[in-house]
């Protein structure tokens, strides 16, 4: 077991190691001056050169990519001055000369706009991404368990043709159409009766009462973000249970005298979840990526509303930095995932 798991962090670091290299390498081969971005164009050539050689620019690209993973990595070496101390906020490990060993939190740069941290960016909007998308995975979870149950008890029915149509145009309609469909339908035309605001993020700042909390505004945003995996948990759900109700053991607990709901509760449907649960475990990751442009038509404050602005300003490292983060996340829960399974099921460890 230690092997296995061991072999699926090694994997997960070799992947975010790719994204890393994939990340640097594309953000400097677009076009745009970092340095006139900060200062502008009007600045003296004597400030943009400092402010280059800051950044490092002015290293040759193999340099630059070699620093950068030195920035990234929590044990890394700098030169020792206050300087230094300062702008990563180390722990020394081990002097010489120089040079130390330094324990830190990853520098991912600053902003270009705002001269802040870009891990304090992130962490300030992150709550709002990981809040829409554990509130739509568990919407998406619990409804489509609901109604892939009610379409395989009501097979060839009524119901069983509607859910399944609904689903099919829930998979098929891209999120950001849903978006705009749904916000100006029950966010604009229909206010005055759902109550619900067009627009709006989790906390708001009251200047008498402070910072609030304002669940009615996740509504729209976590139904719109949900719609996707609700329509395919409730057809891996539809399918699942019907594969298991054909099953001998469901023959032999309804000659036993069970109860349909006995039945479908205790024994068909803790069989048929199965695939479910994989499936709840690779969306949950995608949809802290999918609700990048949700939060932006919604207003929702959140990572992915930052990186967007970011990307319209140009602001390299903020969106460098979400990109990341959300690849962090993705194949973190992944490796979790994998881990779980193979502690329930030793065949995947043997596979």
Same mark, same amino acid.
């Given at each position: 077991? /230690?092997?296995?798991?061991? %072999?699926?962090? =090694?994997?997960?670091? !070799? ?5 890393v290299h ?6 400097? *081969? &677009? ?6 971005? #900060? /200062?502008?164009? %009007? ?6 050169? /400092?402010?280059?050689?800051? /950044? =490092? ?9 070699? %620093?950068?993973?030195n920035? !990234?990595?929590? +044990?890394?070496?700098?030169? $020792?001055s206050?300087k ?23 520098y991912? @740069?600053?902003s270009?706009?705002? $001269? ?9 909007? &992150? ?9 739509? #995975? ?24 509607f ?17 705009i ?7 604009y ?13 989790l ?9 609030? &909390? ?7 945003p *976590? ?14 759900t @539809?399918?699942? #249970? ?10 032999? *607990? ?9 039945v ?9 979840? $199965? ?8 969306? !949950?990751?995608?949809?802290? *990526?999918?609700a990048?442009?949700i939060?932006?038509?919604f207003?929702?404050?959140?990572? =992915? ?7 319209? &300003? ?18 973190? +829960? $992944?490796?979790?995932v994998? +881990? ?8 995947? @460890?043997?596979?």
């Amino acid at each position: 077991m /230690l092997g296995f798991v061991l %072999k699926r962090i =090694g994997y997960g670091f !070799l992947i975010i190691l790719g994204v890393v290299h994939v990340v640097f390498f594309l953000f400097h *081969a &677009l076009p745009g001056d970092p340095v006139e971005l #900060m /200062l502008g164009s %009007k600045s003296d050539k004597e400030t943009r050169e /400092l402010i280059r050689h800051e /950044l =490092g620019l002015d290293l040759p690209l193999y340099e630059q990519f070699a %620093k950068y993973l030195n920035d !990234l990595s929590p +044990i890394s070496i700098h030169t $020792n001055s206050e300087k230094n101390q300062k702008k990563y906020e180390y722990s020394e490990v081990i002097e010489f000369g120089e040079k130390v060993l330094v324990v830190k939190r990853p520098y991912l @740069r600053r902003s270009f706009q705002s $001269n802040q941290r870009v891990d304090e960016i992130i962490i300030e909007n &992150l709550e709002g991404t990981l809040v829409l998308a554990l509130v739509s #995975m568990l919407f998406a979870t619990l409804f489509g368990i609901l109604f892939g149950i009610i379409a395989a008890l009501k097979q060839h029915t009524f119901w069983d043709h509607f859910v399944i149509s609904i689903s099919v145009m829930g998979i098929s309609a891209p999120s950001f159409v849903m978006a705009i469909i749904i916000s100006m339908v029950f966010g604009y035309y229909l206010a005055e009766y759902t109550g619900l605001p067009l627009t709006g993020s989790l906390w708001n700042n009251d200047p008498i009462y402070g910072r609030q &909390l304002e669940l009615r505004n996740i509504i729209l945003p *976590a139904f719109t973000l949900g719609i996707r995996p609700l329509a395919i948990i409730t057809q891996l759900t @539809r399918s699942s #249970m019907l594969e298991v109700l054909s099953q001998d053991y469901i023959r032999t *607990a309804k000659a036993k005298g069970l109860g349909r709901v006995a039945v479908v509760l205790k024994h068909a449907l803790k069989n048929a979840l $199965n695939p479910v649960i994989t499936a709840v475990s690779g969306w !949950l990751a995608s949809l802290m *990526a999918g609700a990048f442009f949700i939060e932006y038509i919604f207003n929702w404050k959140g990572l =992915g509303l930052k990186t967007l602005k970011a990307v319209e &300003l140009l602001d390299f490292p903020v969106v460098m930095g979400a990109t990341l983060i959300v690849a962090i996340v993705f194949v973190t +829960i $992944n490796i979790v995932v994998d +881990i779980l399974y193979a502690a329930i099921d030793p065949r995947v @460890r043997l596979n």
